[in-house]
Nanobody, 121 residues
Framework: QVQLVESGGGLVQAGGSLTLTCAASSSTLMFNVMAWHRQPPGKQREVVATIRRSGISSYSDSVNGRFTISRDDTKNILRLEMSDLKPQDAGVYYC???????????????WGQGTQVTISL
């Protein structure tokens, strides 16, 4: 089972930027789709962005246009570049290696410890 380690979180002012990184313990080439999820305080975990091996990406409406997901399969890394951060972007961010079923992303069983993103006004 792949091990995932997220990093890059921190405290940032609203309107600022952060880049999150997820390092995988095995080749990411085997994963058709990778994703970033977040869990806001007191809320359920939600998907914010996915990227397929082909490079095709998708975003939730709340982050579209502000976040960019990318993967580097030569380094087994997944990134999330976040800009124009808003208070509602706060939470713990997790990466995941999932699958596609009938074109729909299905999260896999492996989760890292997450990285905390805090937004100050």
């Amino acid at each position: 089972q792949v091990q995932l380690v997220e990093s890059g979180g921190g405290l940032v002012q609203a309107g600022g930027s952060l880049t999150l990184t997820c390092a995988a313990s095995s080749s990411t080439l085997m994963f058709n789709v990778m994703a970033w999820h977040r869990q806001p305080p007191g809320k359920q975990r939600e998907v914010v962005a996915t990227i397929r091996r082909s490079g095709i990406s998708s975003y939730s409406d709340s982050v579209n246009g502000r976040f960019t997901i990318s993967r580097d399969d030569t380094k087994n890394i997944l990134r999330l570049e976040m800009s124009d951060l808003k208070p509602q972007d706060a939470g713990v961010y997790y990466c995941n290696t999932g699958t596609l079923r009938d074109g729909t992303y299905i999260p896999g069983p492996s989760w890292g410890q997450g990285t905390q993103v805090t937004i100050s006004l």
